[in-house]
Nanobody, 123 residues
């Protein structure tokens, strides 16, 4: 049974940076596409960024394009989300997820989820 665990969240001022990590265990996820989602209070969980199984293709929500970068290290079974130029509206719980789709996933398309890590951006 595979597990995902996020880390790296915290409190940062607007304009700052954070790097989130998602460590996989229990199985290898190199055959899965991976994605980051986020959920702010009172809002639905939404797609942030995705990466193909071997890292050759990435895609981003328009709201984070140019500021966030997703990457993965299959040897370490870890996925990263580098977040730069953070804004208060980026405040949310960030989740990583694994899925088998070729296109951008919806939450219901994902097979594995982490427990989430809180990111708070102060103005």
């Amino acid at each position: 049974q595979g597990q995902l665990r996020e880390s790296g969240g915290g409190l940062v001022q607007a304009g700052g940076s954070l790097r989130l990590s998602c460590a996989a265990s229990g199985r290898t996820f190199s055959s899965y596409a991976m994605a980051w989602f986020r959920q702010a209070p009172g809002k639905e969980r939404g797609f942030v960024a995705g990466i193909s199984p071997f890292g050759g293709s990435t895609n981003y929500a328009d709201s984070v394009k140019g500021r966030f970068t997703i990457s993965r290290d299959n040897a370490e079974n870890t996925v990263y989300l580098q977040m730069n130029s953070l804004k208060p509206e980026d405040t949310a719980v960030y989740y990583c997820a694994a899925h088998r789709l070729l296109e951008r996933p919806r939450p219901n398309d994902c097979d594995y989820w982490g427990q989430g890590t809180q990111v708070t951006v102060s103005s």
